[in-house]
């Protein structure tokens, strides 16, 4: 049968086979069998679309294959999305509605759940993803969308059994034929690009065949389940894959078996050879030779062979190998992989090909189905040590990488799944297995500590594999099934794992060494500290976190006992690896200790959480001791670092210490290595940890009483720095509670103030430097909600704020004044600052509050703050504030700084005084008075009795042995004798102290190695203080001396103050004026002070803490009276001196600065927009004194002053530019909408420009084209603005600034070849000069009007002036320097602008042409000055626009070119709007087009001919006249345009009523003229014409005379407007204002001197008073009115739209945005674009007009123009605002530049979202698009917008 049926048609071979299978006997499956020979046929193409549709219509059983996919999916009974998306899609996630963090929902089921209110963000997909609405395991319920929401089965009827019959028959072949060609496809040699090439062909051959596999997913769970069936049935698999199957094809399917076999040998992730003869890891010799998998730490250990043992002696540091342990639990984990079913076949050459997307989609889209999830896992298990070996080969591992977690996030965020795959696929074993043996190809030997016998291995950063983060998917993984208790439980129980994964971390231990460059400068900066920052963090630290996570509860303390456990076990391996036995090598430094930090965090957790006794975790004294030396060298190279010793490393040394402290490092790297340290400073004894500190910090030779030293390690600049790093370090030690007792709300508020004092922050600014805990079960950080709470709590919200420069601050968090006062905390601050000037920026804000409340004016030290109590278990750690070798230390410093010693700053004073504060705070049990008691039992050759601080405080030292050099000040001064009668220890010369840390060091060391059990802390052989000690490097002229001292901390204290406070005697005890005042004061009001205050303090306490104190103060107060030792008075006028000179500065430096302030000012007002009326006569063009002849002006380039002369003309400082603000107006006053639907649209129509087109086009179409193009002006869209800043230069001196610009080799924002450039001065934005004319200010006194003559003789002297010749005081003939200039400017002004905005005539450049656009020009500057002056002229004088306007110049310019042109007395407008003429019949000159009736010409564009071409200038008497006779046309235009709306019974009305009222006067009455011109327009039958489109034109108003007088005056007014700016810029008049808009009409008719004189001021003002006609008004309005019926006949159809003329505008405005972001975003974002219907990668939208455009698109370019330029060119003739929808932000494009401009789309806390990286929701901020709209229509986005850069036609 399946000849003949491949004859016929499809469907009904596909209907015909179907019945067959309805039969028992077989017959159909054999002739369909027969038939899918032939369609899958291996020998023709996979996706043959012949071979798809017959696979399609077979399935369908003879329907149409869309109504089969209806059909089936009616079936469908799962409830989950599913959706699968790749990268780039745009998702949403909700973490309250999140159980899982990778949780995420497509747009669709978000926007149609409920999540109002909830904590979610939009983001980018990186990877791709796959919806999880309604999977209850990932998200709540309460978060479904309503088409996901749980509904019953029973709803839903079961599948029918025919219905998918077919499909079930057919879809094993369609899926062996996919099998087939992927192992064709297959070729072994990767690297070779022709393989390449194949495998791409490969890969795309088969996507046709994928494509209907996929869209057979998404016909529901029906046909998913079938689809399961098939791919994971056994024995489907076993009869078509082995290669026996198959008629006649015997050859091919055996050499496409083997093709599959070749494939499988190499997926193992050892190859058999290598696993024979060696194993996995390398093993670090010392180390326990622990088994890799399997078994228990103790098992198989030592069992190297003798070849091992054979490499081993070869030489040191080799690398051996661990072989495979043979108790591994699952060999498969390293055997070739067998395959049972297509599924395991199809995801295996899905990982050979790479993850090409389409089969990963396809894979994805199956997972609904619960079956195929399961199924799938555990076959993903089965190739995961697979995937991953092909991972580490792949060229494209980015993003394989992606595509491996787009599969992996899927399948493990389910914990059910994640704890089944591990009970029953070991994937924790396979995981970190395959972890071991990635990292084991990146391994070199580590150079740690004893480079030679050092046996440890470290993974090395500049590997690829770690530079490119390659192990990343991997990583991810293995954190995410962590974060599943159930999983993580099994982690820990599972000890042989623990093994290996210490094994793991134990690699990065010690990793990316830094060694110090002594000598020279490092040749090469290696930048992979970066990459081993990044690993440690996601490598170690974070599945760290992950595990730390479940062990808060007490269930878990055996856990956590086992981790401590193994962790010290890996330590000790660590420590026998390196060879390290007590010192640290010099000059070495890792900041990478990953199994201390598991040792620290573990240990953390067990005290806090869950309550474990702390000892019964700590190792013995030697192993703290040991645990202590590798984080305590990473504090002091800290410091070393910042004090610049490691400058020769580069840059790189300090980016990893930068990179340590950073937010996202430091609680996984500083704050575990500082709390060990607190637990072993806790434990070891004090003096052994203090001795440490100031040995590993390299400051002990610092520490002596000499003044001089022998050179130490450090230099001596770094010595200070460094003695102030060792004080804070200790500081920071016993101050830090993060780890030691504070809760996690404390330690957020205690991050949140530290932030926040640093400077104030944005709230994403703060999420960001808040250290996260990198549990991916923590969201962000624990708990937003939290967060925000506290946030609240410490912070006042500062919204965001406009300067005037016009650069815009985002919304603001800044500290409470509480906050401030009380929780200000400088440790905090030094702990989390990256950048040291971030403490100096915090104080300088705590100094700023300080006195801005009055509560302290000095310059405040940092504020010492009352630490929160200690966890119990961490009590040791106050021991060594009471240990003696502090002590000596502190008293040490003490002295040297009260005696004026170098290398001793403030800081380090300010540290002593802080540390001996925090002892008097934290006293031992044991009360002092029994110390003191005690006292003196103890020995006493010690520098101090006890250890209790309180005790030391008053013990006087009065002789110390030092070794100094032989010219040091001490051996030239004699030694004084012994006169001390202190009564609690007297000590002469021949018991003098002398003290060596570093001998104490090694005396507490070898006592702690010695002590075998013993707990005694001091030992009887205290002579080894005394012993004499030789530094090492310790040249021979060291000698023995006894220093003098007979000092105590407290008298230390007591000079200190007075040396503080600059005065002598200034410390006196408070509690001597009142007795009980010790008991009543609290020393902790006392917190905001300097230095003085801190000392106050600090003795309030100590006598608070024992009487033998208070003595002890009262009595060193009463000997400081007498006179004082000469060298105090030294060193006190030194200081003295010092705070002189100091304050003569500070004096000099405020002057100067008032100085410099005052300058600022008044530039800012002469050159800014300072609203005082002082600046308006500074900025004044020209407006010198009146008593001057001429106007004088200053050249900023060479600051002469002088006029403007023909020889050397000034010029003004000009922007020109193109502007189509003014096209852009609109009739109505709402702003248009932004379209955000398809049914919304914006229509071009009604726009001013378009009006005006139309206008022009109509007029050419039945005029004479040169009469058109002077009865309009054009300019409209891409007319020139000009605007100036106000500055005058000389033009040659403007000449010789661009050649210097043009010469400058620096990188300018503008282009000098296009004559751009900046002012001289204010540094404005320009790029042409405009001359300024030579005038007399005596002249324009004359032209005051102070005759009367009549309208009559003035039209008469108008009249002949025209027929004049030009006479000119500057012939534009002669060629002079200022003629030359003024024709350059000219040029300039062309030029701004396109050909296509100037040439409207028909015949290309002609004349009329030239003079239409430059009238037009004028007529534009006055009409945007008037838009800026807010449309209309209420105000008057008043606004920024005329202080800076350069109108008066440029109507110079223009009428001195327009008077060129001499207008033919033939075509003189004057002579129509003056006189009778005869009117001219259409009809009688056929040939020639007739010229424009007066009543269709524009008004305002007459006004600037007559105005502009006078041949001489203009008088006002001139001017006025001109504007009366243009009124009068302009009222009967306004008259006319009203009588066409009214309606026919109307016009009868008003034709009639005015008869009555002829008589004299009647030409000023509106109603005779309306009723007159209705008689008039009649004979020309124009009404009739209208009447059809009269229907829409009836308004419900009926039409009295006051809705006509009204409607007049509104007519008349932009008229009136336009001519009021002329008059005032021609003649400097100012402008009168009014309090109301109805008032403006009067005001501007009074300014312009057309009301009678007769008329009072109070009159009420009505049109027709200004009416003043030179010949009876109906002879001429007759006359008028008959222009317009005579030409009526050629276009009859046009004339109501040129005769009804509507000059009335509302002011420029963007387009409407709507409030919420989120509604462009998901209209616009996935749009197509209109020209080349693609969806744009970078979609823009024009805010002037709402097209929708592609940025950058290729797609859509013209001439090499990409859209966005082309756009703004023809919308804004240059200039473009465009809102880019996937940053939410705006560009502007002005010219040849562009700049981004900023975001009008601000989050909940005043934010900016750019590149919409955080996804919060967005919400217009109309303060900041009011202030985008401003700078559009006053053209200023040059002047305020300050990052150019040129965009090279390319957006």
């Known amino acids: 049968m399946a000849v003949p049926s491949l004859r016929r048609d499809k469907p009904g071979v596909a209907a015909s086979l179907k019945a067959e299978f309805s039969r028992s006997d077989g017959r159909g499956s054999q002739l369909l069998s027969e038939l899918l020979d032939n369609v899958l046929n291996p020998k023709r193409p996979v996706a043959e679309a012949e071979g798809l549709e017959w696979c399609k219509c077979l399935m369908a059983g003879g329907e149409r294959f869309e109504d089969f996919c209806q059909t089936v999916r009616a079936y469908d009974h799962a409830t989950l999305c599913g959706l699968v998306w790749t990268a780039n899609f745009v998702a949403y996630r909700c973490r309250t509605c999140g159980i899982s963090p990778c949780m995420s929902l497509c747009a669709e089921c978000f926007n149609a759940g409920e999540h109002t209110g909830h904590d979610f963000n939009m983001f980018r997909s990186q990877a791709g993803g796959a919806c999880d609405c309604g999977d209850s395991s990932v998200m709540r319920d309460s978060g479904f969308c309503k088409r996901h929401r749980s509904t019953s089965g029973s709803s839903i009827p079961s599948v029918p059994s025919d219905l998918m019959m077919m499909s079930e028959h057919i879809l094993p072949r369609v899926i062996f034929r996919l099998v087939q060609h992927l192992r064709d496809g297959y070729s072994e040699s990767v690297s070779d690009p022709a393989t390449e090439r194949d495998i791409q062909r490969t890969l795309q051959q088969m996507e046709p065949l994928v494509s209907l596999l996929e869209d057979l997913t998404k016909m529901g769970g029906a046909m998913r389940s079938i689809l399961t069936r098939v791919l994971g049935n056994h024995q489907i698999y076993k009869d078509l894959s082995s290669g026996d199957f198959c008629t006649g094809e015997k050859t091919y399917a055996k050499k496409n078996y083997d093709k599959y076999l070749t494939a499988l040998k190499g997926s193992g992730l050892v190859s058999s050879e290598e696993r024979s003869a060696s194993s996995v890891l390398d093993h670090m010799a010392g180390a326990s030779n622990v088994t890799i998998l399997g078994a228990t730490a103790g098992a198989g250990q030592r069992e190297s062979s003798d070849e091992e043992e054979q490499d081993g002696s070869q030489g040191i540091g080799k690398r051996k190998r661990v072989k495979f342990c043979n108790g ?429 004092c640093m400077s104030d922050r944005t709230h994403s600014t703060l999420l960001d430097l808040i250290p996260e805990n990198p549990n991916p079960k923590s969201g962000i950080i624990p708990g937003s909600y939290y967060f925000e709470n506290m946030l609240s709590a410490v912070a006042d919200f500062k919204a965001p704020v406009f300067e005037p420069g016009g650069s815009m601050q985002q919304g603001m968090y800044t500290p409470k004044a509480d906050v401030w006062n009380i929780e200000f905390d400088p440790i905090m601050v030094i702990l989390r600052t990256v950048y040291r000037r971030d403490v100096q920026s915090a104080m300088d804000r705590y100094m700023g509050f300080l006195k801005q409340t009055g509560k302290f004016d000095g310059n405040p030290w940092p504020p010492y703050r009352e630490r929160a109590l200690l966890n119990p278990s961490y009590k040791g750690l106050m021991r060594i504030l009471h240990c003696k070798t502090l002590h000596i230390v502190l008293f040490t410093l003490l002295y040297k700084i009260s005696m004026d010693h170098q290398n001793m700053s403030e800081h380090i004073l300010c540290m002593v005084l802080n540390l001996i504060e925090l002892g008097l705070d934290n006293l031992p049990e044991e009360s002092v008075e029994e110390e003191e008691m005690l006292g003196e039992e103890h020995c006493s050759d010690s520098w101090f009795n006890g250890t209790n601080i309180a005790t030391n405080l008053h013990h006087i030292i009065n002789h110390v042995r030092v070794r100094v050099p032989e010219t040091a000040p001490e051996m030239i001064r004699e030694p004084l004798a012994s006169t001390s009668s202190d009564t609690t220890c007297v000590q002469s010369s021949n018991t003098a102290q002398v003290f060596s840390l570093v001998a104490e060091r090694r005396r507490k060391f070898q006592e702690i190695i010695n002590r075998n059990g013993s707990s005694t802390i001091h030992t009887p052989d205290v002579r080894a203080k005394t012993s004499k000690w030789t530094a090492p490097n310790s040249t021979p002229q060291l000698t023995t001396t006894i220093l003098e001292v007979r000092e105590s901390m407290l008298s230390l204290l007591i000079k200190l103050h007075h040396k503080l406070s600059g005065k002598q005697n200034s410390y006196y005890p408070c509690w001597l004026e009142d007795s009980e005042s010790t008991s009543r004061l609290d020393p902790m009001q006392q917190i905001h002070g300097d230095g003085t205050t801190a000392v106050e303090r600090i003795l309030i306490k100590t006598a608070a803490q024992s009487r033998q104190n208070k003595f002890s103060i009262e009595e060193i107060c009463r000997k400081v009276t007498p006179p004082i030792p000469p060298k105090k008075n030294v060193s006190d006028k030194k200081a003295l001196d010092k705070e002189e000179r100091r304050q003569k500065a500070r004096e000099r430096q405020q002057k100067l600065l008032a100085e410099f302030a005052s300058r600022q000012k008044s530039f800012m007002e002469t050159a800014m927009d300072i609203e005082s009326p002082d600046s308006d006569v500074a900025m004044d063009i020209g407006s010198s004194e009146k008593q001057d002849s001429e106007t004088v002006y200053d050249c900023v380039i060479c600051g002469q002053s002088g006029p403007s002369t023909e020889e050397r003309p000034t010029g003004l400082v000009v922007l020109l530019q193109a502007s189509s603000v003014l096209g852009h107006r609109r009739r109505s006053t709402e702003p248009k909408k932004l379209p955000t639907s398809d049914e919304e649209k914006i229509y071009p129509e009604d726009t001013c420009g378009t009006a005006h087109d139309v206008r022009i086009t109509d007029l050419q179409r039945y005029f004479k084209d040169s009469s058109c193009l002077q009865s309009v002006s054009i300019g409209w869209e891409g007319g020139v603005y000009v605007q100036t800043c106000g500055h005058t230069l000389h033009i040659d001196c403007h000449k010789s600034y661009m050649e210097s610009l043009r010469n400058d080799q620096v990188l300018q924002s503008f282009s000098v070849d296009k004559g751009e450039f900046t002012c001289p001065l204010c540094r404005q934005f320009a790029n042409s000069v405009l001359p300024c004319y030579p005038e007399k200010n005596e002249e324009k006194c004359l032209w005051l009007p102070c005759n009367n003559k009549t309208l009559h003789v003035l039209i008469k002297e108008v009249e002949e002036q025209q027929e004049q010749l030009g006479m000119f005081p500057v012939s534009i003939s002669s060629v002079t320097n200022l003629s030359k200039e003024m024709e350059s400017v000219m040029k300039d002004i062309r030029s701004t602008t396109q050909k296509k905005y100037i040439d409207y005539g028909k015949i290309p450049g002609s004349p009329d042409n030239d003079f239409l656009f430059m009238y037009s020009v004028a007529r534009l500057n006055l009409e945007l000055e008037l838009v800026h002056r807010g449309g209309n002229l209420c105000l008057g004088g008043a606004g920024a626009t005329t202080k800076r306007s350069c109108l008066n110049q440029l109507l110079h310019v223009l009428a001195i070119h327009m008077r060129l042109f001499r207008i033919d007395s033939a075509y003189n407008p004057w002579a129509r709007l003056t006189r009778l003429t005869q009117v001219v019949d259409s009809g009688i000159c056929d040939d020639e087009k007739p010229d424009v009736p007066l009543l269709y010409r524009d008004v305002p564009s007459l006004l600037m001919i007559l105005a502009l071409t006078m041949p001489q200038e203009l008088h006002k008497e001139h001017f006025t006249c001109i504007v009366k006779v243009l009124y009068n046309l302009l009222y009967a235009q306004a008259i006319a345009t009203f009588s066409f709306r009214f309606n026919e019974e109307e016009r009868e009305v008003w034709k009639n009523s005015a008869k009555l009222q002829i008589m004299d006067n009647s030409e000023k009455s509106s109603e005779v003229l309306l009723s007159h011109i209705i008689s008039e327009l009649s004979k020309g039958n124009l009404y009739c014409a209208s009447n059809t489109d009269q229907k829409s034109m009836i308004t419900t108003t009926i039409w009295s005379p006051q809705s006509l007088e009204y409607s007049i005056q509104q007519f008349c007014l932009p008229f009136f407007r336009t001519a009021g700016l002329l008059q005032h810029h021609l003649f400097s008049d100012d402008l009168p204002c009014c309090q109301q808009t109805e008032e403006e009409f009067g005001m501007l008719a009074r300014y312009l001197r057309l009301l009678p004189t007769s008329l009072n001021s109070n009159d009420e003002v009505k049109s027709f008073f200004c009416l003043d006609w030179p010949l009876p008004a109906l002879d001429i309005v007759s006359q008028w009115c008959l222009e317009v019926t005579t030409s009526t006949e050629s276009h009859s159809k046009q004339v109501m739209n040129l005769l009804v003329q509507d000059p009335q505008w509302s002011l420029p405005r963007l387009l409407r945005l709507p409030e919420n972001y989120n509604t462009i975003f998901q209209y616009y974002h996935r749009k197509a674009c209109v020209h080349c219907s693609k969806v744009p990668k970078d979609p823009a939208l024009c805010l002037v007009c709402g097209t929708f455009v592609c940025l950058k698109g290729q797609c859509c370019k013209q001439q090499s123009y990409c859209e966005c330029v082309l756009h703004s060119q023809n919308c804004g003739a240059g200039t473009g605002i465009f809102l880019l929808i996937n940053a939410s932000v705006i560009i502007v494009i002005r010219g040849h530049r562009f700049c981004v401009w900023g975001s009008v789309y601000l989050d909940a806390h005043g934010e900016e979202d750019r590149d919409l990286r955080r996804g919060k929701p967005l919400y217009l901020c109309n303060e900041r698009y009011k202030v985008l709209e401003q700078q559009w229509v006053t053209h200023t986005f040059d002047h305020i917008n300050k990052r150019w850069g040129p965009h090279y036609n390319g957006l």
Not at 384 to 408: G, P, Q, W
Not at 427 to 432: G, S
Not at 618 to 630: C, R, T
């Open 328 to 756: 591994t639990k699952d060999p498969s984990i390293v055997d070739i992989l067998k395959h049972k079913c297509f599924l395991e076949e199809i995801l295996f050459w899905t990982v050979k090909y790479e993850f090409p997307q389409k089969m990963v989609t396809f894979l994805l889209n199956m997972l609904p189905d619960q079956d195929y999830k399961i199924a799938f896992t555990k076959t993903f298990v089965q190739h995961y040590a697979f995937i991953m070996k092909t991972l580490i080969k792949s060229h494209e591992s980015d993003t394989m990488s992606n595509r491996i977690v787009h599969i992996s996030v899927q399948l493990f965020s389910n914990e059910e799944l994640a704890r089944q795959v591990t009970e029953e696929c070991q994937l924790l074993e396979i995981m970190v297995t395959v972890l071991l043996y990635m990292m084991e190809n990146c391994l070199v030997k580590s150079e740690l500590q004893d480079e030679e016998n050092n046996f440890h291995v470290v993974v090395n950063c500049g590997e690829p594999l770690l530079k490119n983060n390659t192990y990343w998917p991997l990583v991810s993984d293995f954190i995410n099934i962590l974060s599943h208790q159930s999983v993580a439980k099994r982690f820990l129980e599972d000890q042989g794992l623990l093994q290996m994964w210490m094994n793991f971390v134990s690699l990065f231990q010690g990793m990316n060494l830094n060694k110090r460059e002594l000598n020279e400068h490092v040749e090469f900066e290696s930048q992979t500290y970066y990459a081993a920052f990044a690993a440690e963090l996601e490598a170690c630290a974070q599945p760290m976190w992950a595990l730390l996570t479940h062990c808060k509860i007490k269930d878990m303390e055996e856990y956590t006992r086992t981790v401590v456990r193994y962790c010290l076990d890996a330590l000790q391996d660590w420590f026998d690896a390196i060879n390290f036995i007590d010192e640290p090598s010099p000059n070495q430094v890792t900041f990478h200790l990953p199994l201390h930090r598991y040792y620290a965090m573990f240990l953390s957790k067990a005290v806090r959480c869950q309550q474990l006794d702390l000892d019964s975790l700590l190792p013995d004294q030697e192993m703290l001791m040991k645990l202590m030396v590798h984080p305590l060298q990473i504090q002091a190279c800290l410091s070393e670092i910042h004090s610049n010793m490691w400058v020769r490393n580069g840059l790189q040394i300090k980016g990893q210490a930068m990179t340590y402290v950073q937010s996202h490092f430091c609680n996984s790297m500083i704050d575990p290595d500082i709390f060990l340290l607190q637990v072993c400073a806790s434990r070891l004894d004090p003096d052994y940890f203090v001795s440490s500190v100031f040995e590993r910090f390299k400051v002990v030779d610092l520490l002596t009483m000499a003044s001089q030293h022998q050179d130490g390690a450090p230099d001596p600049e770094h010595e200070k720095s460094m003695l102030e790093g060792a004080l804070t370090f200790l500081v920071l030690l016993l101050s830090l509670r993060i780890h030691l007792g504070m809760t996690d709300d404390e330690i957020l508020r205690a991050e949140m103030v530290a932030q926040l």
